[in-house]
C-alpha cells in the first residue's frame, strides 16, 4: 500500500509566489503546516506559511535544511533548477517528479515527448540557428510562432513570424541558441485541463477552462466552457493519457487550443495549480490547491464537481496606476468573491490578485465578474 502523509506533516513548497500561497492556505486547513523556499523574503506564500526559508536555490546547506524540515516538496513555479531537485531527493519526496520538471521546463523536450506519447500537438520542429530557421519555415509555412526553448511565461521569449524578411529580426530579439517554430494554430478557443494524480494512481479532472488573455497574459476563465461534447471529452481524455504517460504525482494544467475544425492540441503543460484553476476554489466542491495537497500526500482526490457557473478575472498591477482600487465596491455583489495575493509593489502587468463571479450562468457569472472588475477601477463610476 502506498504510504500516507497525514495531517500534522510538514509539506514544502518551491517558490514563493500566489500559487504556494494558495497552496499553503489549502493544506493548513486540512492541518498541514508548509514550510516555503524561495530566494524572496516576505513573500505572498511566506506571509501564511509555518516557516520560510529565503536563499538562492544554489545554497545547498539551506536546501539541505528545507529539505529535512519536510515530508514532500512540491513547487509552485517550474523553473527550478534540476540540480536542486536532486539535492532534495535525497531527504524527501518530490511530486511531481524531477523528470516531470525537466520535461516541462524545456519547449522542445516537452513538445518532443507529448508528441512520443501520441499526443497531438501543433507541427514543430526545433531551430538552433538562423540557417535552421530559414529552412524549418519552408516545412512549417507561414505565419509560424517562434519560442526561445527555455525561461519563456507569459508570451515572453516569442514570437509570430508573417514574412520571410522578418526571419533575421526575429531570431537576434530572441537571443537565443536554442528555439523552437511551430505552426500557428489558429484556434477556435484555448481551454485548459487542470487534473490531480496520487502514487496510487487515483485520477480527478475538472471540466475545461475557457480561457482569454490579452498582451499574452490570462485575463478571464469561464467554467462551464460551453464547448461540443466531444471536444470536452477529448480535452479530458488528453489531460488524462498525459498524467499516465508522465507518471504525474501532484496536479497539473494542460494548455489547449482548440481549432475552427474541433481538433484539440496540446500547447504547453504546467506542472501545478494553473492561474485557469483559481476559480475553482470558489466554484467546486474541492479546489485545485486542496487536490494538489491531496495528490502529493496520497490522499484520494476530492470531489471536482462544480456548484455553481463561474468567471475569474485577474486583477493586474495596471489596476493601481490610478491610485489604490476600490476594494468596498468590489464586494457590493454577494456573488463576486475577492482574492488578493499580498503583493505590495504594484508592477504594470503583475498578477496582483483575482475576482471570481457565480452566476446562474455562465454569461451571467461573465459580466458580475467585469462589471466587478470594472468598479475597481472607477470604471463605472458615475462620477
Ligand atoms: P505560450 O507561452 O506557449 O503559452 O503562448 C502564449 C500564448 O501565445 C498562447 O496562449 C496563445 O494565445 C499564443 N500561442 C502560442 N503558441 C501558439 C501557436 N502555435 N499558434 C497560435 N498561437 C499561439
Not at 524578411?165 to 484555448?190: G, M, N, P, Q
Not at 485577474?314 to 488578493?340: F, M
Not at 483575482?354 to 463610476?381: Q, Y
Request: aromatic share 6%; hydrophobic share 40%.
Amino acid at each position: 500500500m502506498t504510504d500516507v502523509i497525514l495531517p500534522g506533516a510538514t509539506l514544502g513548497v518551491l517558490g514563493s509566489g500566489q500559487l504556494g500561497r494558495m497552496f499553503a492556505i489549502a493544506a493548513a486547513r486540512m492541518g498541514y503546516h508548509v514550510h516555503v523556499y524561495s530566494p524572496d523574503s516576505d513573500t505572498p506564500a511566506g506571509e501564511v506559511s509555518a516557516r520560510e526559508f529565503t536563499a538562492s536555490y544554489s545554497d545547498e546547506t539551506a536546501l539541505v535544511e528545507f529539505a529535512k524540515s519536510v515530508e514532500v516538496v512540491t513547487f509552485e513555479f517550474e523553473n527550478v533548477p534540476s540540480a536542486v531537485s536532486e539535492q532534495i531527493e535525497k531527504y524527501a519526496l518530490i511530486r511531481p517528479s524531477a523528470y516531470v520538471l525537466d520535461v516541462c521546463q524545456n519547449r522542445l523536450r516537452e513538445k518532443s515527448t507529448l508528441q512520443n506519447c501520441g499526443l497531438p500537438v501543433p507541427r514543430f520542429q526545433p531551430i538552433r540557428s538562423v540557417d535552421d530557421l530559414e529552412s524549418s519555415l519552408g516545412q512549417i509555412g507561414l505565419p509560424a510562432v517562434i519560442k526561445t526553448a527555455s525561461s519563456g511565461y507569459d508570451g515572453k521569449g516569442q514570437a509570430v513570424i508573417r514574412s520571410r524578411d522578418d526571419v533575421d529580426a526575429v531570431w537576434k530579439s530572441l537571443a537565443t541558441d536554442e528555439a523552437i517554430l511551430e505552426e500557428f494554430v489558429d484556434f477556435e478557443c484555448e481551454v485548459s485541463v487542470v487534473g490531480s494524480r496520487n502514487p496510487g494512481g487515483e485520477t480527478a479532472f475538472y471540466r475545461p477552462f475557457r480561457n482569454t488573455h490579452t498582451n499574452h497574459i490570462l485575463d478571464v476563465t469561464i467554467c462551464p466552457a460551453s464547448l461540443e461534447p466531444g471536444v470536452e471529452s477529448r480535452a479530458v481524455e488528453i489531460a488524462q493519457t498525459l498524467f499516465e504517460q508522465l507518471d504525474i504525482i501532484g496536479v497539473a494544467c494542460v494548455e489547449l487550443f482548440v481549432t475552427r475544425n474541433g481538433a484539440v492540441l496540446i500547447n504547453e503543460i504546467a506542472p501545478r495549480p494553473h492561474n485557469s484553476g483559481h476559480l475553482t476554489i470558489d466554484a467546486h466542491v474541492t479546489c485545485q490547491f486542496e487536490q494538489q495537497v491531496r495528490a502529493i500526500c496520497g490522499l484520494p482526490p476530492g470531489s471536482v464537481q462544480q456548484h455553481s457557473p463561474a468567471v475569474m478575472v485577474n486583477l493586474l498591477g495596471d489596476l493601481w496606476q490610478t491610485g489604490e482600487p476600490d476594494w468596498a465596491s468590489a464586494c457590493l455583489d454577494p456573488g463576486v468573491k475577492l482574492h488578493l495575493y499580498g503583493k505590495s509593489a504594484a508592477r504594470v502587468g503583475r498578477k496582483m490578485g483575482h475576482i471570481t463571479a457565480l452566476g446562474a450562468s455562465s454569461e451571467d457569472a461573465e459580466r458580475l465578474a467585469v462589471e466587478s472588475r470594472g468598479r475597481l477601477a472607477g470604471v463605472n463610476k458615475q462620477r
